[in-house]
């Protein structure tokens, strides 16, 4: 771009782990100097999940999957 920045469009980078306290952490480390898309939260399919553009404007999404019972 003429400002000397990178714009990302059409992907997100997906982090996926089954550690809230690992998802949670990710997320924090790239939003410090990023932006906040989606503030880090439970959903019916997560244990945590936030969206982050991080310091480059590279698009994040931290997901922390839900255990599901054996069938």
């Keep these: 771009s003429a400002s000397g920045t990178a714009k990302f469009s059409g992907f997100t980078l ?4 089954l550690d809230v306290a690992e998802g949670k952490r990710w997320f924090d ?16 399919w997560a244990q945590g ?10 698009p994040w999404m931290n997901n922390v999957v839900k255990h599901q019972p054996a069938t």
């Excluded at 997906?14 to 782990?17: E, G």
């Excluded at 989606?38 to 959903?43: A, C, G, I, L, V």
């Design 14 to 17: 997906v982090l996926a782990t």
């Design 29 to 44: 480390n790239l939003a410090a100097q990023g932006q906040i898309e989606m503030d880090w939260q439970e959903t019916f």
């Design 49 to 58: 999940l936030g969206k982050v553009s991080d310091r480059f404007g590279v």
